[in-house]
């Protein structure tokens, strides 16, 4: 499989682990029951450390992510700045490449932006979940590399196609009107769409039931295919059938079969052309393939339109048709499952979750992370509208109902010397603690017994003996004290441990000191 390699790789491609990791700070809930967080989450923050934040509870969870990165176009005229000498990625390229940034190519400040990205959302992505990446044709090449690389060559599904533009646009030098844009799209497979059972009708009672006519040209000349070029006479009116120029689809045997089902439908003329009885209990599934092509009668002239009747002013120039990333997210879920998106612009994903759980009674949840400052102001404002209703007269568009809690990257969980930063809630750090332990979800309501039992899991007791005011130690008053739980093994974290060796061998306890042995990721 090739490789891409670019000014600065060396310095991104593990850079997701150094990210520090942040704790979320909730600043409001809309439309949610009183003192309760709603599952929807709107994200105000570097995308990355954002992302960070939510492996804790959302690694390997997420079923469909839709990104719609900068297109590094170097057009610096949008309100989301489609370029990559925005101020804060030329800052972080400065952190985190350091003067070698100042060196690069655009393409090269690009892959460096989405490299670590791109890292930590295949993290978030479930096994079967599938990953949409809108891009155009400046660095679709170089895209399709490194996801090949991150996400695996064998998990490449296809790179969708969208026609965005209605009209040809006549300002190129090259006289080319480039009136398409793509989709990359990685994963195990696509839902598919339901096939279209109005075509199949039984109008000669076939005790078979419902059926199409299909074709039979086969699609191979004599000199490729010489067993598919014969003659096809009708058994009962003697009708010779001369063969097509491309022959037929099946040979002599599998022909004779299909006459004596009687499945072949014979014209009453020798210049017309046999055709099968595709019978609807023919195929397997339900569904056919989807198309490459998507997005049909879909431009971007539609987001834009949408996105001024929302808010009656112009706010964004180019987003996505709504409809458009309705189609993405029904080929990629059911109707119960979590879609991210990290680039999330005026919140057309969310739009599109809302309007879909409308439309089918779904129960799908979005997580938005925006980095710009319009996150609350037009991202969140996006949603509450649509959530609520917008326009008046007949112009109005009911609410689709819903909720979301909204919240920006709060304090780092460590301080700049390695040590747990008190700064941040117990709660969080117990949370942080749970999930590098046992990489699932803690629920403080249901598994904690006392101040330091986190839970138990595969009959492993996790205990986190942790005071902000002073050092705690693993002794044997701690552990007739505080190690309760019945169980077959036992983690504990403590500032010290003063237990012999052959006693932690005995109780099959496992210290951890705080913070060095907490991990990293």
Same mark, same amino acid.
């Given at each position: 499989?090739?490789?891409?390699?670019?000014?600065?790789?060396?310095?991104?491609?593990?850079?997701?682990?150094?990210?520090?990791?942040?704790?979320?700070?909730?600043?409001?809930?809309?439309?949610?029951?009183?003192?309760?967080?709603?599952?929807?989450?709107?994200?105000?923050?570097?995308?990355?450390?954002?992302?960070?934040?939510?492996?804790?509870?959302?690694?390997?969870?997420?079923?469909?992510?839709?990104?719609?990165?900068?297109?590094?176009?170097?057009?610096?005229?949008?309100?989301?700045?489609?370029?990559?000498?925005?101020?804060?990625?030329?800052?972080?390229?400065?952190?985190?490449?350091?003067?070698?940034?100042?060196?690069?190519?655009?393409?090269?400040?690009?892959?460096?932006?989405?490299?670590?990205?791109?890292?930590?959302?295949?993290?978030?992505?479930?096994?079967?979940?599938?990953?949409?990446?809108?891009?155009?044709?400046?660095?679709?090449?170089?895209?399709?590399?490194?996801?090949?690389?991150?996400?695996?060559?064998?998990?490449?599904?296809?790179?969708?196609?969208?026609?965005?533009?209605?009209?040809?646009?006549?300002?190129?030098?090259?006289?080319?009107?480039?009136?398409?844009?793509?989709?990359?799209?990685?994963?195990?497979?696509?839902?598919?769409?339901?096939?279209?059972?109005?075509?199949?009708?039984?109008?000669?009672?076939?005790?078979?039931?419902?059926?199409?006519?299909?074709?039979?040209?086969?699609?191979?000349?004599?000199?490729?295919?010489?067993?598919?070029?014969?003659?096809?006479?009708?058994?009962?009116?003697?009708?010779?059938?001369?063969?097509?120029?491309?022959?037929?689809?099946?040979?002599?045997?599998?022909?004779?079969?299909?006459?004596?089902?009687?499945?072949?439908?014979?014209?009453?003329?020798?210049?017309?052309?046999?055709?099968?009885?595709?019978?609807?209990?023919? $195929?397997? *599934?339900?569904?056919?393939?989807?198309?490459?092509?998507? !997005? @049909?009668?879909? &431009?971007?002239?539609? /987001?834009? #339109? =949408?996105?001024?009747?929302?808010?009656?002013?112009?706010?964004?120039?180019?987003?996505?048709?709504?409809?458009?990333?309705?189609?993405?997210?029904?080929?990629?879920?059911?109707?119960?499952?979590?879609?991210?998106?990290?680039?999330?612009?005026?919140?057309?994903?969310?739009?599109?979750?809302?309007?879909?759980?409308?439309?089918?009674?779904?129960?799908?949840?979005?997580?938005?992370?925006?980095?710009?400052?319009?996150?609350?102001?037009?991202?969140?404002?996006?949603?509450?509208?649509?959530?609520?209703? $917008?326009? *008046?007269?007949?112009?109005?568009?009911?609410?689709?109902? !819903? @909720?979301?809690? &909204?919240?920006?990257? /709060?304090? #780092? =969980?460590?301080?700049?010397?390695?040590?747990?930063?008190?700064?941040?809630?117990?709660?969080?750090?117990?949370?942080?603690?749970?999930?590098?332990?046992?990489?699932?979800?803690?629920?403080?309501?249901?598994?904690?017994?006392?101040?330091?039992?986190?839970?138990?899991?595969?009959?492993?007791?996790?205990?986190?003996?942790?005071?902000?005011?002073?050092?705690?130690?693993?002794?044997?008053?701690?552990?007739?004290?505080?190690?309760?739980?019945?169980?077959?093994?036992?983690?504990?974290?403590?500032?010290?441990?003063?237990?012999?060796?052959?006693?932690?061998?005995?109780?099959?306890?496992?210290?951890?000191?705080?913070?060095?042995?907490?991990?990293?990721?």
């Amino acid at each position: 499989m090739p490789t891409l390699h670019w000014i600065g790789k060396e310095k991104v491609i593990n850079h997701h682990q150094e990210v520090p990791y942040r704790v979320l700070d909730k600043k409001y809930d809309f439309n949610t029951e009183e003192a309760k967080a709603s599952d929807n989450k709107i994200i105000h923050g570097d995308n990355l450390e954002a992302l960070k934040s939510l492996l804790p509870e959302y690694e390997g969870r997420i079923n469909c992510i839709y990104i719609d990165p900068p297109y590094n176009t170097g057009n610096e005229n949008w309100v989301y700045n489609d370029n990559v000498s925005h101020p804060k990625i030329k800052k972080w390229l400065g952190d985190v490449v350091g003067k070698e940034g100042e060196d690069l190519s655009r393409h090269d400040k690009w892959l460096c932006m989405m490299y670590p990205r791109l890292k930590i959302l295949h993290k978030l992505l479930n096994t079967y979940g599938v990953i949409f990446i809108s891009i155009d044709e400046i660095e679709v090449n170089y895209l399709k590399i490194i996801c090949d690389e991150i996400f695996g060559y064998n998990r490449f599904i296809g790179q969708l196609v969208w026609k965005s533009r209605q009209n040809k646009d006549n300002r190129n030098i090259s006289r080319l009107s480039n009136d398409h844009e793509y989709v990359l799209c990685y994963g195990n497979q696509l839902n598919g769409v339901k096939r279209n059972e109005d075509v199949f009708s039984n109008p000669d009672n076939d005790k078979r039931g419902k059926w199409v006519s299909a074709n039979m040209v086969g699609l191979a000349d004599e000199k490729a295919r010489p067993n598919l070029h014969y003659d096809l006479i009708d058994p009962e009116t003697k009708i010779n059938y001369r063969r097509p120029k491309m022959g037929w689809r099946y040979d002599r045997n599998t022909m004779s079969k299909l006459i004596l089902q009687k499945r072949i439908i014979w014209p009453s003329s020798p210049t017309g052309r046999p055709r099968k009885k595709q019978f609807i209990t023919d $195929y397997l *599934e339900s569904v056919t393939g989807y198309s490459s092509l998507i !997005g @049909d009668g879909l &431009y971007t002239r539609d /987001g834009t #339109k =949408l996105l001024n009747e929302i808010f009656e002013q112009k706010i964004f120039d180019f987003p996505k048709p709504t409809e458009l990333i309705s189609e993405l997210i029904e080929q990629a879920t059911s109707k119960n499952e979590i879609i991210l998106d990290s680039f999330a612009g005026s919140g057309t994903t969310a739009h599109a979750v809302l309007n879909l759980n409308k439309s089918d009674g779904g129960n799908r949840k979005f997580i938005l992370i925006e980095m710009e400052d319009y996150a609350d102001s037009i991202t969140a404002e996006r949603v509450k509208r649509v959530i609520q209703g $917008y326009g *008046e007269g007949n112009k109005a568009v009911p609410g689709t109902g !819903g @909720d979301f809690s &909204y919240y920006e990257l /709060g304090a #780092k =969980l460590f301080d700049e010397e390695g040590n747990l930063n008190e700064a941040v809630s117990l709660k969080e750090i117990q949370s942080y603690i749970w999930y590098s332990e046992t990489r699932t979800k803690w629920n403080p309501d249901s598994q904690v017994t006392d101040s330091y039992h986190l839970g138990t899991l595969e009959d492993t007791a996790y205990y986190f003996i942790y005071e902000k005011e002073e050092l705690t130690t693993l002794d044997f008053e701690t552990i007739t004290q505080w190690i309760t739980q019945p169980a077959a093994q036992y983690i504990v974290y403590s500032d010290n441990c003063l237990l012999p060796e052959a006693m932690m061998q005995q109780h099959k306890i496992i210290f951890k000191k705080i913070p060095r042995d907490i991990t990293r990721f």
